[in-house]
């Protein structure tokens, strides 16, 4: 297993505050799409905040067999194996010195790998731009080739954690898929085994900056920690992301883009705060089955809050659309239901019990069926790909690791427990839903219920 973190040696490192504040806008209303605020009056405070709510550590895990602990993230991933890593470049901030940064969230502290001006922020022109990368070996030691799925959905996991967190905090965000792959890795000199895959610029009223000169750049250097004695290569993965990089002369500023948007009745409520939600979310490892069912308030609620718009020159319109598994759900007769794309209704597909094949398409994993709802996410490639050309194949996955945690958060703030699951055999999900490939691809598993005890959970 390669190493968990990522650092910067002969670099300088900066901590940032200590216990951030906790941001206090319901977490429902925070996916509703209300912006909060902030007391950070300069950039130490307010990355602080940004960071702990979005990419920190937020609990550990002991092997009881072992004794070992592990950390266990803010932002989800598949196996806790996380690959995504956080690069941020800074402009204006009070207090905090122009350049390009790399969060450690070992230490919650920002290693400073070089100073002054990049142009990569001049040309998304925020003051705040996150570069989020993949080091896929972390994945593909465990999963082999279908690693690539699980990064590009991480990718969408983080995107969301970042997004949503500064909302919470009263500023806006803007993703990016849209770049020179090499230009980027070369402004920022990331090493050979970290892929660039989204960018997301911050702006708002609520990020403390003052006007900034361009400033000469000066280069640190650093060498990043190497994380496993040696890796394996796995060819289809490097000929799946060569085949979707794009060569343009600059990064893609803000276009204008009418995000996908549905809209249900959320009648359900809960009050817990947005930083409570993302600090206690966990991925369920099991869930109480039974007779304990899910309200279709509920249910709503949550759908509503995956459905609500995202912002990303990719995102005009949505390439996924969701199949419900309604196993325990008060009000809903147990069947497999499609969503309507634009009128959010649930279409009866198949009517009976789906527990058994739930489980059974998920990989055999018990959780899929001890849920109370689990869906299947398919992905539309074909229309992806005639919009976006193979680039489209990382949107289509970006959007439902996206989802993926708005359905996290959404279930946390209602009291309930969610896990995203990668694992499944694809061409049965496609056989069981009667669809052909030309309908769309399945791309991620979920599932959503009462979360069985983890012992190993320690904080």
Known sequence: ?????????????????????????PALDVLGGEMGS??????????????FYSAAI????????????YSLRVNPSSGNLHPTEFHFITRGLIGWADGLYHYRPSSHMAEQRGLGTFELAAAIGSPIVFILTSIVWREAWKYRSRAYRYCLHDIGHAWQALALAARSMGCRSFATGRFDDNQVTQICHFHDDEWPLLVVGLAGDSIPVVPSEPKTSHWFGGRPNQLSPETIAYPLIERVHAATKILVPTVAGNPSVAPAEIRFAAPAQSSRTFGETVRKRRSAVDFVGGSRSLSLARLSTILAGAAAPFFADFSGESFIRLYLYAHRIDGLEPGVYRLGKASGELELMRSGDQRVVAAGLSLGQNLAGNACASFSLIGDLDHATSIFGDRGYRYVHFEAGAIGHRLYLAAEALGLGATGIGAFFDDEVHRYLNFSSHDGQVVYHFAIGYPAPDLRLSA
């Open 58 to 69: 937020s609990a550990s895990k002991r092997v009881p067999s072992t004794g070992e602990r």
């Open 38 to 51: 902030t007391p950070a009056q300069d950039g130490p405070a307010f990355l602080s905040e940004l960071l």
């Open 1 to 25: 297993m390669p190493e968990p973190f990522r650092h910067y040696e002969d670099v300088p490192v900066i901590d940032l505050p200590a216990d951030p504040p906790v941001p206090e806008l």
